[in-house]
């Protein structure tokens, strides 16, 4: 299923609310790398120890649990990666801040990490040298990783506006100062026009390039169902909007994938599908030979027969007899992904705003 010019495809689990089980996780690497996905990035946002806790070292049982999971990315010839997200390190670079980031670098370069993320998202950023202090951070990171790839993301991290919104105005030419900044040898992540972007066009990719002086790292926010809006839906759609003209234009692809692991993979096998098969893809067509890849013929014929109701009704707008006859319907199947349909009806992934202000 390779075509000539699919780029690097790769998982990124960053998303709010409750992360995927270590089974999850490994079941999903075993069964994207066969159509080109080859990496993994761990970053889920409840994880603290990445996040607003990032200064404390992690406790022996997760460390073991990642390290486990990094053996099973190795085996499968899939390269590992951990997502750090150093809150507000930026605020004040000092000796105690260093030292802790050494421990915290060590303690991920034990689990043999072939890629580390650097993430500045989802922190205040209206500061006039933001991009000099991420340089420096980030350069610092880079003499003391042993990861063979650093990926940052940067605060701004695409064109949309609710990010100065929420985090404050972005700096004047922030991002063509972080591109002029790092070593070319270093990734830059990239949304989009939108955080969740609707599509990416080469003309898009081009200029952020230019931007970038390297070519955007894509941070794909689809399938990716996380909040109080979007975890009300289930995103099983094919991919669209992701032409495979884009490939030229970018170093990476990478896709936060839905809160429904099983599920994700749905949309997952189609975005290599469109890679492969270029002008020739059928968005529709995808989708059902993915539901059916990972779903079996009746299970598939299922999803897609009530797939106005999953993905765009909503779990509040469903009404009390169609989420009866949904859980009826679904119940009949004894599969992991109808399991993942049934605790979404039952509100399993509900996300409030609190959850994204605390993780």
Not at 30 to 58: M, T
Not at 139 to 166: F, G, K, Q
Not at 265 to 279: D, Q, V
């Amino acid at each position: 299923m390779h075509g000539t010019m699919t780029p690097e495809l790769g998982i990124i689990e960053g998303f709010f609310g409750r992360p995927y089980t270590w089974d999850e996780r490994a079941d999903m690497v075993r069964a994207l790398k066969p159509v080109g996905y080859g990496f993994y990035i761990y970053a889920p946002k409840i994880d603290g120890h990445l996040r607003r806790r990032w200064r404390e070292p992690y406790p022996d049982a997760t460390l073991a649990h990642l390290a486990a999971f990094a053996a099973v990315c190795r085996e499968a010839g899939v390269r590992f990666g951990v997502g750090l997200s150093p809150y507000e390190l930026f605020m004040g670079f000092d000796e105690p801040s260093k030292a802790a980031l050494s421990g915290k670098l060590a303690q991920l370069d034990s689990l043999g990490l072939d890629d580390l993320g650097v993430f500045f998202d989802d922190m205040k950023g209206d500061q006039a040298d933001l991009a000099e202090r991420q340089v420096e951070i980030v350069h610092w990171i880079a003499e003391r990783t042993r990861a063979s790839r650093l990926i940052v993301c940067p605060s701004y991290y695409t064109d949309d506006p609710v990010l100065d919104r929420v985090f404050g105005r972005r700096p004047a030419n922030y991002l063509a100062d972080l591109g002029r900044g790092l070593d070319p040898r270093i990734e830059l992540m990239w949304t989009g026009e939108e955080v969740c972007a609707r599509e990416f066009s080469p003309g898009h990719l081009q200029r952020v390039a230019e931007q970038f002086r390297r070519r955007p790292f894509l941070w794909d926010n689809y399938p990716v169902n996380d909040g109080p809006r979007m975890s009300q839906h289930l995103h099983l759609r094919a991919f669209t909007g992701r032409p495979a003209s884009i490939g030229p234009h970018i170093a990476a692809h990478g896709v936060n994938t839905a809160s429904q692991a099983v599920l994700s993979r749905i949309p997952a096998l189609t975005l290599a599908e469109s890679y492969a098969k270029g002008e020739a893809y059928e968005y529709l067509a995808a989708f059902r030979r993915a539901c059916r890849e990972v779903c079996g013929p009746e299970l598939a014929d299922s999803l897609e027969r009530t797939l106005l109701l999953l993905d765009d009704t909503g779990l509040d707008r469903l009404g009390e007899e169609r989420h009866a006859n949904l859980k009826k319907r679904f119940s009949a199947f004894d599969h992991p992904a109808a399991r993942e349909v049934l605790a979404w009806l039952d509100g399993h992934w509900r996300i409030g705003t609190e959850e994204l202000e605390t993780q």
